[in-house]
């Protein structure tokens, strides 16, 4: 068995990624991991820390606001930083986890990029990027992704949209105009970045090293998680009643899936950015696998990261 080492996991302080923390930190002696919480700083991300302590792992915060993409450079160095100083166990796995659905479209990252896609693609992109060399094999990255990039017979009972495509650059520039998009656009967006991550395990497994692996993980359908804070409250309020309808997927279940995506030897072999969803290997539908697409996102996606860098270099 492999010693597990230490894992970073993004998206740390609620629902998914908090349930995800505590199902590792629980684990026994010899199988527990050393923790990296990036998250942003502040009650939450203490609280959580201290929660994964008492339970017997050796934690360490990173705060990092995932919108800026300054941030995340430094928290990849700050990770750095704690594996040469010999703080944490070798770097086996990192569990792209944080996500948001921003409810207007028009909203920017502080690098000037439509909020959703920033967050949800950028900002791992980025973080992965830095610590590419700082994986020990054998080692994984775990992307957190959603059904949601396809339309079936509940999405649309509920009008929940599908990707719509586009070059990724324009995925990354904000709408524009006075009067607010609207949810459609916002879900659009949210199914636009979740593609993206297809894209992006698929064409990272090609880049990776031969002892990293990438796969993708679908915690099922979780309404009423923090994830839509920021939509009407009687959105969230119908969320909240939904998540109550038993067989619904709920963070508390689906944390220690994702935590075992990352840690158990079950899911050792899984590379090729393929698609659990819970415990199940799933084929995507065929949309979600492009070879001309992926190439792309992965060449626009380094000229995005490139130039908000060159944006914040003193000149």
């Known amino acids: 068995m ?8 993004t998206g740390p302080t609620r629902n998914l990624g908090r349930h995800a923390v505590l199902a590792m930190a629980g684990r026994p002696d010899g199988q527990r991991p050393d923790l990296l919480l990036v998250g942003r700083a502040g009650r939450d991300l203490t609280a959580v820390a201290g929660e994964a302590r008492a339970l ?46 921003s409810p207007d479209t028009r909203r920017a990252s502080a690098d000037g990029y439509e909020l959703t896609f920033a967050v949800n693609h950028l900002a791992h992109a980025q973080l992965i990027g830095d610590l590419l060399t700082s994986f020990t094999a054998p080692a994984r990255v775990v992307l957190v992704g959603s059904n949601t990039y396809h339309a079936n017979f509940w999405r649309k009972l509920l009008h929940v949209p599908a990707a719509e495509w586009a070059d990724p650059a324009e995925l990354a520039r904000p709408a524009d105009g006075e009067q607010a998009p609207g949810m459609a656009a916002s879900g659009v967006a949210y199914s636009n970045a979740k593609l993206a991550i297809l894209y992006y395990a698929h064409e990272l497994q090609r880049q990776a090293g031969p002892g990293i ?4 993980f679908e915690p099922g ?14 959105l969230q309020a119908m969320s909240r009643a939904l998540g109550r309808i038993p067989g ?20 050792a072999h899984l590379r090729d950015g393929v698609f659990v969803v819970k415990t199940k290997l799933t084929e995507v539908r065929p949309v979600a696998h492009d070879r001309d697409r992926e190439r792309r996102l992965w060449e ?3 000229e995005l990261l490139e130039r908000a860098a060159a944006s914040r270099s003193p000149r």
């Open 221 to 234: 359908w979780m309404p009423g998680t923090a994830l839509g804070r920021d939509a009407p409250a009687v």
């Open 213 to 216: 692996t990438v796969s993708v």
């Open 56 to 101: 017997g792992a050796r934690v360490h915060e990173i705060g990092c606001d995932l919108a800026s993409l300054a941030d995340v450079r430094a928290a990849a160095a700050g990770a750095r930083e704690l594996m040469a100083a010999g703080a944490v166990r070798p770097l086996r796995a990192l569990v792209a986890n944080a996500g948001t659905m």
């Open 248 to 267: 619904v997927s709920t963070p508390q279940r689906s944390g220690p899936l994702l935590a075992a995506m990352a840690l158990d030897e079950r899911w």
């Open 2 to 9: 492999t010693e597990p080492g230490t894992v970073l996991i």
């Open 300 to 302: 626009a996606t380094a």
